[in-house]
């Protein structure tokens, strides 16, 4: 009868033992449980600047680094940027238009407007490019050699006034003959 019980006890235990396991982890597919994923989100502005170091922006009615600015006779507004070296145009509303280029300027500092054509002025070798409204280039000019660094511009029916130095307290208006 003894023997009976330690068999009776020991089938108890093997048979009837319910066990319970873990559950697989979620994602697995096993289980309908859905899957824990970790986002993380970068607001740190790391990835605001393609290769070239250049600011990107799908704002186009904001003008990088802009150094001189002018209107011509329909009031639509030209910003000169130094950094990209094109000029952007805008209505006489502020509506963006649309990028024109400074004549393959090297380093445009200043501008000018008369008679809707476009006066850029390249500071690194001191020459004026002239441009149509559209953005063609007409024709470019230097303004003289030597260490002359032009710096300003402004047109009149029959000249170009620029303005610039040769060394910190030497600075120079030259005329320049022929402005159309």
């Not at 000029?87 to 006489?92: H, R, T």
């Not at 990028?99 to 380093?107: A, M, N, P, Q, R």
């Not at 470019?140 to 260490?147: D, E, F």
């Amino acid at each position: 009868m003894i023997r009976k019980f330690y068999i009776f006890v020991f089938l108890i235990f093997f048979v009837c033992n319910n066990s319970y396991s873990k559950s697989p982890p979620p994602g697995t597919g096993s289980s309908n449980v859905p899957a824990n994923i970790l986002i993380m989100l970068d607001n740190s502005g790391s990835m605001g600047w393609d290769i070239n170091g250049n600011y990107i922006s799908s704002w186009t009615k904001y003008v990088s680094q802009p150094s001189d600015v002018a209107v011509d006779s329909n009031g639509n507004i030209y910003a000169l940027q130094v950094s990209s070296k094109t000029i952007k145009v805008f209505d006489s509303n502020g509506t963006y238009v649309k990028v024109i280029g400074t004549c393959s300027s090297i380093y445009p500092t200043s501008l000018d407007i008369f008679n809707n054509v476009i006066y850029v002025l390249d500071y690194s070798n001191a020459s004026v490019k002239v441009l149509s409204d559209s953005g063609s280039c007409i024709k470019q000019k230097t303004t003289g050699g030597g260490n002359w660094s032009a710096w300003s511009i402004a047109v009149s029916n029959n000249h170009i006034f620029i303005g610039g130095f040769t060394q910190y307290y030497q600075s120079y208006i030259r005329i320049q003959i022929e402005a159309h």
